[in-house]
């Protein structure tokens, strides 16, 4: 039997940590929750950022140093744009990117849902895996922060992009996601899983945001699977980017231990963290989390096929105890 793997996932974190996946379990079938609290609209196209992150980096059309956007990418639409005076320009969007939104867009305006549209998207770029949106509802994570007009939400976009998450962060607001249905197939499939894994996404805005959709939480700590987590945090910090920000605005800590026990027993069955923190692994276990260190540093596809392979170990681990 084919072993079934659902995975939660944001964008770099999870794309990355998917390839090496693919490549440590290249017969399973592998679903993709994916988060879609980072979309935007922007110039009247609908932007999916973690969706296309996931779809290019499987399919072979990422920018790979940068880690989002399309490889060998031009900005003429951009530049064109700005010379009308319109933005953001703080948002980058490329020309061959562009024509992702555009057909996204379309299909959309002609009634499809979002999960219809990313598989006719995927159709191209043959991810080998399915990758399904947490909803096909719009969920818009927004973030609370002070500004000089007092304290304020902002698009998650905004606060990450353009601010680089430099002031605090109050509060994470997943809007939406309470009226949220999960997509066409992610309940079946997390039912159905033999394993459910959490990347090293970001635990608020990431995996955070997907089980927030009403269902999806219930559905993952009631799968008969394991559930096992890879530590984004090394270290006592984000391997990439400025999770420590939105972990502070919901009172977690950034170190591996702390995000461990956010999830909690009732979610995870297994998490991982990166030998520098092996000091961290008698801790999760306290919490009930069977825990391990191993390295957890994607620094190129074979290490990233041992971390998932670790991964799956332990889950086989959980499984047989
Ligand atoms: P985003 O949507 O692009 O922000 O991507 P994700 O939510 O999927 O992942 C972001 C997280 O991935 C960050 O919190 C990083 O700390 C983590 N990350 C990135 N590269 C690595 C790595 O090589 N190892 C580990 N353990 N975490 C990583
Ligand atoms: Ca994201």
Redesign the pocket.
Same mark, same amino acid.
């Given at each position: 039997m084919q072993q079934r793997i659902v995975v939660l %996932? !944001? !964008? $770099? !974190? !999870?794309a990355?940590f998917l390839r090496g996946l693919k490549s440590a379990a290249p017969d399973a079938d592998i679903t993709v929750i994916g988060?879609t609290g980072?979309d935007i609209h922007l110039f009247g196209l609908k932007v999916c950022p973690?969706l296309d992150?996931v779809m290019y980096t499987l399919g072979g059309g990422i920018h790979e140093e940068q880690g989002?956007g399309r490889a060998g990418e031009t900005f003429a639409v951009k530049e064109e744009l700005a010379a009308y005076g319109v933005g953001p320009e703080w948002f980058g969007l490329g020309d061959r990117d562009f024509a992702t939104h555009i057909v996204r867009t379309q299909m959309l305006g002609a009634g499809y849902p979002l999960s219809a549209v990313t598989e006719a998207l995927c159709a191209r770029w043959q991810p080998g895996v399915r990758l399904l949106p947490m909803s096909d509802d719009r969920v818009e994570t927004h973030v609370l922060v002070d500004t000089e007009d007092g304290r304020k939400a902002v698009h998650f976009q905004e606060y990450w992009v353009r601010m680089r998450a430099s002031v605090p962060a109050h509060a994470i607001v997943p809007v939406g996601a309470e009226q949220a249905k999960p997509a066409p197939g992610v309940l079946e499939a997390l039912a159905a899983a033999d394993v459910v894994l959490f @990347?090293? #996404?970001?635990p608020v805005v #990431?995996v955070g945001t997907i089980l927030s959709v009403p269902g999806v939480r219930e559905a993952v700590a009631d799968a008969g699977a394991p559930v096992v987590g +890879? #530590? @984004? $945090? &090394?270290g006592d910090a @984000? &391997?990439?980017?400025m %999770?420590d920000k939105v972990l502070a605005a919901v009172g977690v800590e950034s170190t591996a231990a702390a995000v461990a026990r956010h999830y909690g027993s009732g979610l995870l069955d297994g998490w991982l963290v990166?030998t520098v923190d092996a000091g961290a692994v008698a801790d999760v276990e306290a919490a009930g989390i069977r825990c391990r260190a191993v390295p +957890? /540093? /994607?620094t190129d596809v074979p290490a990233t096929a041992r971390m998932a392979s670790a991964a799956l170990a332990l889950a086989e681990e959980v499984r047989g105890s």
């Open positions: %996932a !944001g !964008g $770099i !974190g !999870g990355r988060n980072d973690d992150t989002w @990347p090293p #996404s970001n #990431s +890879l #530590s @984004p $945090i &090394v @984000p &391997v990439r980017g %999770a990166d +957890l /540093m /994607m």
